[in-house]
T-cell receptor
Framework: DTGVSQDPRHKITKRGQNVTFRCDPI?????LYWYRQTLGQGPEFLTY????????KSRLLSDRFSAERPKGSFSTLEIQRTEQGDSAMYLC????????????FGPGTRLLVL | GQSLEQPSEVTAVEGAIVQINCTYQ??????LSWYQQHDGGAPTFLSY????GLEETGRFSSFLSRSDSYGYLLLQELQMKDSASYFC????????????FGTGTRLLVSP
């Protein structure tokens, strides 16, 4: 257990529905990342927060995706109008920042879109 | 574009030593990390190299050669529990250490 938690751990939804995932990073970490991982591949970067500011978004993050970190603590990732291609593991990671950049990953949320 | 190449699969027996190589071509480079991931689990940080040379952490060591764009993870005294996927990941020099992952190496340890 790295101290990063994600909820839910599993989500099954029907195509077209909206889903929201939550990530709670290690408490003193000010950097938070979202990645997506499909079977047999490495994680792919989606977006990054420094405190509450979203500083970069991958072009993988279409306009159906939105992420927030309202108070610089937990973060949410919402997918609107889900598609079957959104089925993946969504991983959250956090790091302390400054000179300590090791990223610690949560257990992930596995999404299946039917 | 960015690319990291690793062998797709490596097999070894308990007690043996195995080396997993990683070559990278990226537009920026700050350091090379290694992560372990068991099936259905989260990536777990193993090691990080920002400078050339060998970093040792218990049974695991990691090496980096920046001039060759090459690194490896060395696992010694293999145990059955080491069966997992291992990913190398490059930290881009973007100021916030975005990780770009390789496709991973599946390690199978047999008795």
């Amino acid at each position: 257990d790295t101290g990063v938690s994600q909820d839910p751990r599993h989500k099954i939804t029907k195509r077209g529905q909206n889903v929201t995932f939550r990530c709670d990073p290690i408490s003193e970490h000010n950097r938070l990342y979202w990645y997506r991982q499909t079977l047999g591949q490495g994680p792919e970067f989606l977006t990054y927060f420094q405190n509450e500011a979203q500083l970069e978004k991958s072009r993988l993050l279409s306009d159906r995706f939105s992420a927030e970190r309202p108070k610089g603590s937990f973060s949410t990732l919402e997918i609107q109008r889900t598609e079957q291609g959104d089925s993946a593991m969504y991983l959250c990671a956090s790091s302390l920042g400054g000179t300590e950049e090791t990223q610690y990953f949560g257990p992930g949320t596995r999404l299946l879109v039917l | 574009g960015q690319s990291l190449e690793q062998p797709s699969e490596v097999t070894a027996v308990e007690g043996a030593i195995v080396q997993i190589n990683c070559t990278y071509q990226t537009s920026g480079f700050y350091g090379l990390s290694w992560y372990q991931q068991h099936d259905g689990g989260a990536p777990t940080f193993l090691s990080y190299n920002a400078l050339d040379g060998l970093e040792e952490t218990g049974r695991f060591s990691s090496f980096l050669s920046r001039s060759d764009s090459y690194g490896y993870l060395l696992l010694q005294e293999l145990q059955m529990k080491d069966s997992a996927s291992y990913f190398c990941a490059v930290s881009m020099n973007t100021g916030f250490q975005k990780l770009v992952f390789g496709t991973g190496t599946r390690l199978l340890v047999s008795p």
